[in-house]
Structure formats: structure tokens, C-alpha cells
């Protein structure tokens, strides 16, 4: 089983729909968590830490699930702009501080 | 990409030939990491590095060879290059914070 899990997609979405990504990671101890974008093979950008809590930043919320190892995802009003490779990147501080990124799910919002 | 200097761009190898993709940093973080990419494969991990004189195999690291001499330095050596090598690299370097700096990527073509 892979480390950190993500479903490639693609997910084919019509503009201004609501589209929730998963990400499985599989190792408890792991200590933090990001959502990153990548566009075209380029190197990826940052787009949000996850924190226990849930996080907010405009049209897209993290969410982080500890009892059951995943974290998630959600673009509500999805754009043209959104289309785009999203990977999560889990931060396994007991081995060494080694990152690990999903493979990545691919996102296509249409007209 | 300020501060992550990752060469070169781009390179054709026909097999059995060595290289050296090159990633340089002026920032003085400890953690410095490379990555392949490949289509449905999202970012492997193949050698990282918590400080100099410290590096540690990832996912993938057969075929590769790394050192840290520096803090600065973290070079990644393919000694016969194999076309199954073709593939997108990237340098990543994390903070003490946790942020995360990408090279600009390196496109590797094996003949």
C-alpha cells in the first residue's frame, strides 16, 4: 500500500459545481498536511496548509481526519481556472522528516 | 523559485551515458529532496537529505546517487542512465516552518 493515496481522476466538472477530493495517508504519526496545485508539469504551488481544525481560503476548505488517516479537499463554484493537478503532501516527521506526495487527482471544470 | 537554483532545464542521454542534475540553494534550509515525475505517478521520492553529510534513500532510489557535502549543494547522479529514467525531476527544499521551495524542474530524456 502506498504511503499517501489519492484517486487520479480525471473529475470532469461543469463550471460553479462543488468537487471534493480525498487524499489517504498511512501512517499515525504523521504531522502535517498540504494541498499543493500543479499546472501543466510545472513545479507545484502551494495552495493551503490543513490543520486540525479545517481550514478556509475563499472558495476552497481543508479538512484533516486524523481517526480515520485522510484529508480532503472541497471547491465550491468551481472555474475554468480550477483545472488543474491537485496533490497532497504529508510531511512523515517520524521518518526522517521525509515528504511524500499523492499522485496527484486531475481536475477539468468545463463551460 | 528564489533561492532554488535546479540545472538544467532540460537533457537528452543516450543510455549507459552519466550525468548530474544540479540543485543549489542560498536559503540554508537543512532539508533538501529530489523527486521524479511521472504521468499517473504524481512526485516519487528518490534521495533526501536532513543536513549535510546525511542523505537517505526514498521511494525510488535505485539508479541514483546523492551526497551533501554542503548545506547548499545536493546533487543527484544517474551513473548509466536507462530510458525507464526518462522523466520530470524536481529539486524540493523545506524550511524549518515547513514551506516548501521547488526547483523549476529538470526533463530528462534516455535514449
Known amino acids: 500500500r502506498k504511503e499517501v493515496e489519492q484517486d487520479p481522476g480525471p473529475f470532469n466538472v461543469p463550471e460553479g459545481a462543488t468537487v471534493a477530493f480525498n487524499c489517504t495517508y498511512s501512517?499515525?504519526?504523521?504531522?502535517?498536511f498540504f494541498w499543493y496545485r500543479q499546472d501543466c508539469r510545472k513545479e507545484p504551488k502551494l495552495l493551503m496548509s490543513v490543520y486540525s481544525s479545517g481550514n478556509e481560503d475563499g472558495r476552497f476548505t481543508a479538512q484533516l481526519n486524523r481517526a480515520s488517516q485522510y484529508i480532503s479537499l472541497l471547491i465550491r463554484d468551481s472555474k475554468l481556472s480550477d483545472s488543474a493537478t491537485y496533490l497532497c503532501v504529508v510531511n512523515f516527521y517520524n521518518q526522517g522528516g521525509k515528504l511524500i506526495f499523492g499522485q496527484g487527482t486531475e481536475l477539468s471544470v468545463k463551460p | 523559485n528564489a533561492g532554488v537554483t535546479q540545472t538544467p532545464k532540460f537533457q537528452v542521454l543516450k543510455t549507459g551515458q552519466s550525468m548530474t542534475l544540479q540543485c543549489a540553494q542560498d536559503?540554508?534550509?537543512?532539508?533538501m529532496s529530489w523527486y521524479r515525475q511521472d504521468p499517473g505517478m504524481g512526485l516519487r521520492l528518490i534521495h533526501y537529505?536532513?543536513?549535510?553529510?546525511?542523505?537517505d534513500q526514498g521511494e525510488v532510489p535505485n539508479g541514483y546517487n546523492v551526497s551533501r557535502s554542503t548545506t547548499e549543494d545536493f546533487p543527484l547522479r544517474l551513473l548509466s542512465a536507462a530510458p525507464s529514467q526518462t522523466s520530470v525531476y524536481f529539486c524540493v527544499i523545506r524550511s524549518s516552518t515547513g514551506e516548501l521551495f521547488f526547483g523549476e524542474g529538470s526533463r530528462l530524456t534516455v535514449l
Open positions: 536559503m540554508n534550509h537543512e532539508y
Open positions: 537529505s536532513v543536513g549535510a553529510g546525511i542523505t
Open positions: 501512517n499515525s504519526a504523521s504531522q502535517s
